[in-house]
């Protein structure tokens, strides 16, 4: 940055040195010579400062983000982690990874609310594979979920943790809900 503020101020003034033909480029053969004297006055001295610092910021701070990362158990139906904590209200960016290996090992993570887990992966069943084994847009039982993740495929979703309470997290593929499953506990 300093390097590219002296060169803006050396062609701003003028005293860029400047390349001259000497006296052997007429002769034959002869290479040509190149002279760097300086056309005009020396260079300005340039004294570069910090600037001072902003009274006000530039950009609102960051709102309080949790991350959370969670996998599926190779080629089981099961996430790593059953128990997910969170503060009430607090965003929460999650990352799904799918660990499995074998192609029909599909999976998704859907947080719903308490003892909807069931009718849930029926209406993800229902919506089938084409839609992910999603509950359609605006089920009020789904808190939040992600997309399907193939195997050794991520996913993620990010949303706001809702009022203190206990909530199920389940994958909707066909069959999977049952054992795949975990807590999220939200606290205030």
């Not at 260079?43 to 701070?61: D, F, G, H, R």
Request: proline content about 9%.
């Amino acid at each position: 940055m300093r390097i590219a503020n002296i060169i803006a101020a050396l062609v701003i003034t003028g005293s860029v040195p400047a390349c001259q033909k000497g006296k052997a480029d007429t002769e034959k053969g002869a290479p040509p010579v190149v002279s760097a004297a300086p056309t005009a006055a020396p260079p300005p001295k340039i004294e570069l400062q910090a600037a001072a610092p902003s009274a006000t910021p530039s950009a609102a701070p960051k709102k309080d983000v949790v991350e959370l990362k969670i996998e599926s158990v190779g080629d089981t139906m099961a996430f790593n982690l059953t128990s997910l904590t969170v503060k009430s209200g607090q965003e929460v960016h999650l990352v799904f990874h799918n660990n499995a290996k074998m192609p029909v090992m599909s999976h998704n993570w859907v947080l719903v609310k308490p003892g909807t887990e069931a009718a849930v992966a029926a209406e993800g069943l229902k919506a089938g594979a084409d839609k992910g084994y999603l509950p359609s847009e605006g089920n009020a039982d789904v808190l939040a979920h992600t997309g399907m993740a193939t195997p050794g495929a991520d996913t993620e979703v990010t949303f706001t943790a809702p009022a203190p309470g206990t909530y199920p997290y389940v994958c909707t593929v066909v069959g999977h809900y049952v054992v795949m499953k975990g807590v999220l506990t939200v606290t205030q």
